[in-house]
């Protein structure tokens, strides 16, 4: 059997599209701020001797964005031979959703209807993300968790709306989501309309 070093090792790296949904109503995603001539671009490192591609995304988000207690999964491995001009690198995407109140005050977060240019093919990255976190809010209610429980189908309908960036008619929605939601019973009682019903995931 040949020896490994006879083969080519190509370097690996992983990236992160951690996306949230911003007070505005708009979705959006973590990005590094520039940095001399490097543009806007993912949190991401190299994968280290022996380390694992789950550990390597979270040391990049800790050290490169100061976040931490996020649980990314993988998405999507990029290897286009020119991605990096600097060598042969392979990227191991991921993806998480979270609360935007759980990022830092200072992170940058860019609505992805208006992202900059961005370094290798990080708007590759961003957009396959975003199809896929997209794809999981056609199907089920808040699946990233953005909304505590309980809550209103008003609210889950305003979620959905701004991961899809789309309207969404109110009865249609209720009827697709309906059969993903637990009635906690408990109805929440704002302002003089009528007293809206409370639901659960699941």
Request: aromatic share 4%; glycine share 6%; no cysteine.
């Amino acid at each position: 059997m040949a020896s490994l070093d006879s083969f080519p090792r190509p370097s690996v790296a992983v990236d992160a599209a951690v996306l949230t949904v911003t007070d505005s109503g708009e979705l959006a995603v973590l990005l590094l701020p520039p940095a001399g001539d490097v543009p806007s671009r993912l949190p991401g490192t190299f994968l280290h001797e022996g380390e694992e591609l789950a550990d390597a995304v979270l040391r990049a988000l800790r050290e490169k964005a100061g976040i931490r207690g996020l649980a990314p999964r993988q998405l999507h491995v990029f290897d286009a031979v020119d991605r990096d001009d600097r060598g042969r690198v392979l990227s191991v995407a991921h993806v998480d959703v979270v609360r935007a109140a759980t990022l830092p005050p200072d992170a940058l977060v860019v609505p992805v209807s208006a992202l900059p240019a961005l370094a290798f093919d990080h708007a590759q990255i961003v957009a396959f993300a975003v199809a896929d976190v997209r794809a999981q809010y056609r199907e089920k209610p808040d699946p990233g968790a953005l909304l505590e429980e309980p809550f209103t189908l008003s609210r889950l309908r305003a979620v959905h709306a701004a991961v899809l960036g789309e309207n969404l008619l109110p009865d249609t929605f209720r009827r697709s989501m309906l059969p993903h939601l637990t009635p906690t019973g408990e109805l929440e009682r704002a302002g003089r309309g009528r007293p809206a019903e409370l639901y659960r995931r699941g």
